[in-house]
């Protein structure tokens, strides 16, 4: 059974940083891809950013030159750097699994999720 679980959010200002983590079990995330997704109150879950098994990354635009995602194989943990955070990054961000090595914007292309870690920028 796979489960990831994501932990790092919280409440934090305009220019901050926070760090989130994605935790596995049940699959190796160093041979899988592993995106970063978010959802705001009324929009839809949108791509943020993925790391592949070769540690290929992609960003979405509003999100390049502020976040970073990198992976620790040994702890199984994948993480999203986020720095000089802005009021519309404030959602819930979720972390999911897809069995593929191309890493997809689609969320629907996942095979799974986890329970979602809210963040907040205050402005």
């Known amino acids: 059974q796979v489960q990831l679980v994501e932990s790092g959010g919280g409440l934090v200002q305009a220019g901050g940083s926070l760090r989130l983590s994605c935790a596995a079990s049940?699959?190796?995330?160093?041979?899988?891809?592993t995106g970063w997704f978010r959802q705001a109150p009324g929009k839809e879950r949108e791509f943020v950013s993925g790391?592949?098994?070769?540690?290929?990354?992609n960003y979405a635009d509003a999100v390049k030159g502020r976040f970073t995602i990198s992976r620790d194989n040994a702890k199984n943990t994948v993480y999203l750097q986020m720095n000089s955070l802005k009021p519309e990054d404030t959602a819930v961000y979720y972390c999911?699994?897809?069995?593929?090595?191309?890493?997809?914007?689609?969320?629907?292309?996942?095979?799974?999720w986890g329970q979602g870690t809210q963040v907040t920028v205050s402005s």
């Open positions: 999911a699994l897809r069995e593929y090595t191309h890493i997809s914007y689609s969320a629907g292309t996942y095979d799974y």
């Open positions: 790391i592949n098994w070769s540690g290929t990354t």
């Open positions: 049940g699959r190796t995330l160093s041979s899988s891809t």
